[in-house]
T-cell receptor, first 114, second 111 residues
Framework: NAGVMQNPRHLVRRRGQEARLRCSPMKGHSHVYWYRQLPEEGLKFMVYLQKENIIDESGMPKERFSAEFPKEGPSILRIQQVVRGDSAAYFC????????????FGPGTRLTVT | EDQVTQSPEALRLQEGESSSLNCSYTVSGLRGLFWYRQDPGKGPEFLFTLYSAGEEKEKERLKATLTKKESFLHITAPKPEDSATYLCAVQATSGTYKYIFGTGTRLKVLA
């Protein structure tokens, strides 16, 4: 009865390195959402994916950020050439599919860029 | 532009002192309004979904209500374990199923 799983829980990267954040949705869920929470700010939508398809990436920065949700395996949020401003908590949420409105969140990955 | 505003930003209550948190929203069309609880260092925990004005949902000491412009989360006789940040989010009919979040209300209940 596992919920949404995210790893790593904490990630430290130096400026210019790459960060890979992983999200395994709840069992039976085929839709994944990524949100970012900056210090003292609310959660901001980044990208919405279903398996092998990006549905909505309107919240994703145009450069350095990419996301995928392959047929097999977890969803990956990839940040290339990280900068200090990327330091934040990144949350993944999942839902069973279209028409199921509630999203269930994972524990988050806290990224620190030094 | 779709927008969600929560008030107050922070609230301190004595144990047993009931109060309400507010979530005002502006969306082109409301698909759903959602309440979550977030504890420090953790992910948001789902509480309620409200779909239409006049709807109410209850769970233990919490009751959520919805009008055409706002939602309230009523906390009756709170306990220290109710201390958390309460988040409100909306889904608009015009977009995909993404959430638009407010910045939350930080609730502290003192024993």
């Amino acid at each position: 009865n596992a919920g949404v799983m995210q790893n790593p829980r904490h990630l430290v990267r130096r400026r210019g390195q790459e960060a890979r954040l992983r999200c395994s949705p709840m069992k039976g869920h085929s839709h994944v959402y990524w949100y970012r929470q900056l210090p003292e700010e609310g959660l901001k939508f980044m990208v919405y994916l279903q398996k092998e398809n990006i549905i909505d990436e309107s919240g994703m920065p145009k450069e350095r950020f990419s996301a995928e949700f392959p047929k097999e395996g977890p969803s990956i949020l990839r940040i290339q050439q990280v900068v200090r401003g990327d330091s934040a908590a990144y949350f993944c949420a999942s839902s069973p599919g279209r028409g199921f409105y509630e999203q269930y969140f994972g524990p988050g990955t806290r990224l620190t860029v030094t | 532009e779709d927008q969600v505003t929560q008030s107050p930003e922070a609230l301190r209550l004595q144990e047993g002192e009931s109060s309400s948190l507010n979530c005002s929203y502006t969306v082109s069309g409301l698909r759903g309004l959602f309440w979550y609880r977030q504890d420090p260092g953790k992910g948001p925990e789902f509480l309620f979904t409200l779909y239409s004005a006049g709807e109410e949902k209850e769970k233990e000491r919490l009751k959520a209500t919805l009008t055409k412009k706002e939602s309230f989360l009523h906390i009756t006789a709170p306990k220290p374990e109710d201390s958390a940040t309460y988040l409100c989010a909306v889904q608009a009919t015009s977009g995909t199923y993404k959430y638009i979040f407010g910045t939350g209300t930080r609730l502290k209940v003192l024993a």
